[in-house]
């Protein structure tokens, strides 16, 4: 059975760094064709993937943000991290990561809610 | 950026009908080496994470009941719900991986 869960800090201020960590079971990341994305979604607006890192440490980024974005994973301890940078009220989201497959995300996690507040 | 665009942004149905989602690709999304469209179609209700429908244009993942089918190629694709039940009303959103990721902006299903 794959799961999936995002953990992450509820709020921050403008300017911090948001560290979000994916802790999965049911698959490796060592496992040849595995890969695990991230992606958010403001309340009430749609999907916007941000991210995402495969078996062999590969790893994409959206253009728009890649900057400011870090994906890392840990295969021994089954977990995928991100870091946005420099965030604002415009990083207020749910955050998901999910499994990806052949490109697309076939289990998600329940989602985190993260708040960019001063 | 390929950009997803779909159609309509929402939809009011009565149980038992059949509708369809439209989703438009700025690029064509099938693989010249595989014949392969990196489509997807996810569904999202309520308060839940996305739910992963088809892939590959219209290959329905496992478990998905066989009135959600996918269709299309190149650049415009459909997902098609037959007799619409309750338990379908949803956000639904079209996704492709032909490039990095990118999503539609959502259909909205709801009851008439």
């Known amino acids: 059975q794959v799961t999936l869960k995002e953990s992450g800090p509820g709020i921050l201020q403008p300017s911090q760094t948001l560290s979000l960590t994916c802790t999965f079971s049911?698959?490796?990341?060592?496992?040849?064709?595995?890969?695990v994305g991230w992606i958010r979604q403001p309340s009430g607006k749609g999907l916007e993937w941000l991210a995402n890192?495969?078996?062999?440490?590969?790893?994409y980024y959206n253009p728009s943000l890649k900057n400011r974005l870090t994906i890392s994973k840990d295969t021994s301890n089954n977990q995928a991290f991100l870091k946005i940078t420099n965030v604002d009220t415009a990083d207020t989201a749910t955050y998901y990561c999910?499994?990806?497959?052949?490109?697309?995300?076939?289990?998600w996690g329940q989602g985190v809610m993260v708040t960019v507040s001063s | 950026d390929i950009v997803m665009t779909q159609s309509p942004s929402s939809l009011a149905v009565s149980a038992g009908e059949t509708v369809t989602i439209n989703c438009k690709s700025s690029?064509?999304?099938?693989?010249?080496?595989?014949?392969?469209?990196?489509l997807a179609w996810y569904q999202q209700k309520p308060g839940q994470s996305p739910k992963l429908l088809i892939y590959?244009?219209?290959t329905r993942e496992s478990g998905v009941p066989d009135r959600f089918i996918g269709s299309g190629s190149g650049t415009d694709f459909t997902l098609t719900i037959s007799s619409v039940q309750a338990e379908d009303l949803a956000d639904y959103y079209c996704?492709?991986?032909?490039?990095?990721?990118?999503f539609g902006g959502g259909t909205k299903l709801e009851l008439k």
């Open positions: 999910a499994r990806m497959r052949w490109g697309h995300f076939d289990y």
């Open positions: 690029q064509s999304l099938l693989s010249s080496g595989n014949q392969k469209n990196y």
């Open positions: 890192i495969w078996w062999d440490d590969d790893k």
């Open positions: 996704q492709q991986h032909y490039s990095y990721p990118t």
């Open positions: 590959l244009a219209s």
């Open positions: 049911g698959f490796s990341l060592s496992t040849y064709g595995m890969g």
